[in-house]
């Protein structure tokens, strides 16, 4: 354990957590086979968090719902004006309001999911080193050579996918909803159901291909590997003397190896899941707050006022599973390795 150093995971868990993780402390809880985190200390968290975003989005929620009970005015009301054009101009002006309003809120939607993004890159980049030292102490020496640059790979990747693809098109079906429901006449909805399709689909292929990459792999390294070990445990057994002291040392040294593996990808699990935690609960109150707004204005506002917000919800539903694929792509990474190179 000693050999492996985990000051820059500690000081990467510092700037993005605080002081509050020791992840030194949580890998060798994960080899005494103890508690690593307190769950129930992560659900009142939760809580606490879904309530003070709640709080967060008050404003928002009564700016909408004014301007929504502006634009229903304005329109149920038309026939006051002698001149029907100026209704339909004053609800533009209220529609351009909330558009500046809801392009704003989504700006902050896309910092949140940007940060977690890069938060979880930064994590995993400081910690594939020790884990993967870790495990060329379990003698699965090929799996890690694999693996690592695999894992190099997948970090490389996520940021480029994501910076310059998804959270684009995610933009744009933002900007395409809102511009789709200016006019009574939507223009825009095939575009805007296209863009929505490609991200979705764009996250289910990038998961795809690395559960595909492990089913394949999982196959071929880690068998190699174990072949390896059993031909040399064995091989020692037939060292007259002290074959069976030496095989029986070996094997000591290989089940130590791969507690303190196991112990250190379990920690980047619980790290991970931390991680995310916060930055998912405060899109998932957003979107929620979205859907509820359209559901509840929809007998009351012009229907191209709920479509709108509806959109929005939509458009932090899909942030949602872009952070959301993130975390499943390195989850599974880690879980994946740390169970076939446990054998």
Same mark, same amino acid.
């Given at each position: 354990?000693?050999?492996?150093?985990?000051?820059?995971?500690?000081?990467?868990?510092?700037?993005?957590?605080?002081?509050?993780?020791?992840?030194?402390?949580?890998?060798?809880?994960?080899?005494?086979?103890?508690?690593?985190?307190?769950?129930?200390?992560?659900?009142?968290?939760?809580?606490?968090?879904?309530?003070?975003?709640?709080?967060? +989005?008050?404003?928002?929620?009564?700016?909408?719902?004014?301007?929504?009970?502006?634009?229903?005015?304005?329109?149920?009301?038309? $026939?006051?004006?002698?001149?029907?054009?100026?209704? +339909?101009?004053?609800? @533009?002006?209220?529609?351009?309001?909330?558009?500046?309003?809801?392009?704003?809120?989504?700006? !902050? @939607? &896309?910092?949140?999911?940007?940060?977690?993004?890069?938060?979880?890159?930064?994590?995993?980049?400081?910690?594939?080193?020790?884990?993967?030292? %870790?495990?060329?102490?379990?003698?699965?020496?090929?799996? %890690? /050579?694999?693996?690592?640059?695999?894992?190099?790979?997948?970090? !490389?990747?996520?940021?480029?996918?994501?910076?310059?693809?998804?959270?684009?098109?995610?933009?744009?079906?933002? =900007?395409?909803?809102? %511009?789709?429901?200016? *006019?009574?006449?939507?223009?825009?909805?095939?575009?805007?159901?296209?863009?929505?399709?490609?991200?979705?689909?764009?996250?289910?292929?990038?998961?795809?291909?690395?559960?595909?990459?492990?089913?394949? +792999?999982?196959?071929?390294?880690?068998?190699?590997?174990?072949?390896?070990?059993?031909?040399? !445990?064995?091989?020692?057994? &037939?060292?007259? /003397?002290? /074959? $069976?002291?030496?095989? !029986?040392?070996?094997?000591?040294?290989?089940?130590?190896?791969? =507690?303190?593996?196991?112990?250190?990808?379990?920690?980047?699990?619980?790290?991970?899941?931390?991680?995310? &935690?916060?930055?998912?609960?405060?899109? %998932?109150?957003?979107?929620?707050?979205?859907?509820?707004?359209?559901?509840?204005?929809?007998?009351? *506002?012009?229907?191209?006022?709920?479509?709108?917000?509806?959109?929005?919800?939509?458009?932090?539903? =899909?942030?949602?599973?872009?952070?959301?694929?993130?975390?499943?792509?390195?989850?599974?990474?880690?879980?994946?390795?740390?169970?076939?190179?446990?054998?």
């Amino acid at each position: 354990m000693e050999e492996i150093d985990f000051s820059e995971i500690q000081q990467v868990l510092t700037e993005i957590l605080g002081n509050g993780m020791d992840f030194q402390q949580m890998v060798d809880e994960g080899v005494k086979g103890g508690q690593i985190v307190s769950w129930k200390n992560m659900g009142l968290l939760l809580q606490k968090i879904f309530l003070e975003e709640l709080l967060v +989005q008050k404003q928002l929620w009564i700016h909408i719902l004014i301007l929504a009970v502006a634009a229903a005015v304005l329109l149920h009301f038309a $026939d006051v004006f002698h001149n029907k054009s100026v209704s +339909q101009i004053s609800f @533009c002006m209220i529609y351009m309001i909330l558009f500046l309003l809801l392009i704003t809120s989504f700006q !902050s @939607c &896309m910092g949140i999911a940007g940060e977690v993004m890069d938060r979880m890159r930064d994590f995993m980049t400081v910690l594939a080193p020790s884990y993967f030292l %870790a495990m060329t102490f379990t003698s699965y020496i090929t799996s %890690a /050579g694999i693996y690592y640059e695999f894992v190099l790979l997948l970090i !490389s990747g996520v940021r480029w996918f994501m910076e310059l693809f998804v959270l684009p098109c995610i933009e744009i079906y933002v =900007l395409l909803v809102l %511009a789709n429901h200016l *006019s009574k006449e939507e223009r825009l909805t095939r575009f805007t159901e296209l863009t929505k399709m490609v991200v979705e689909w764009s996250m289910k292929a990038a998961l795809a291909a690395v559960m595909g990459f492990h089913l394949i +792999q999982g196959v071929l390294s880690p068998a190699a590997d174990a072949f390896r070990n059993t031909a040399v !445990s064995q091989g020692l057994e &037939m060292v007259p /003397g002290v /074959g $069976d002291i030496s095989s !029986s040392v070996t094997d000591m040294v290989f089940g130590s190896a791969m =507690l303190i593996k196991n112990g250190i990808g379990a920690a980047a699990l619980v790290v991970l899941i931390v991680i995310c &935690m916060v930055p998912l609960m405060k899109l %998932a109150v957003i979107m929620t707050v979205y859907y509820v707004l359209a559901a509840v204005l929809q007998p009351v *506002s012009d229907e191209r006022i709920t479509e709108c917000l509806s959109g929005m919800g939509n458009g932090v539903k =899909l942030l949602f599973q872009a952070v959301f694929t993130i975390l499943v792509l390195f989850f599974l990474t880690i879980a994946l390795i740390t169970a076939l190179t446990g054998l």
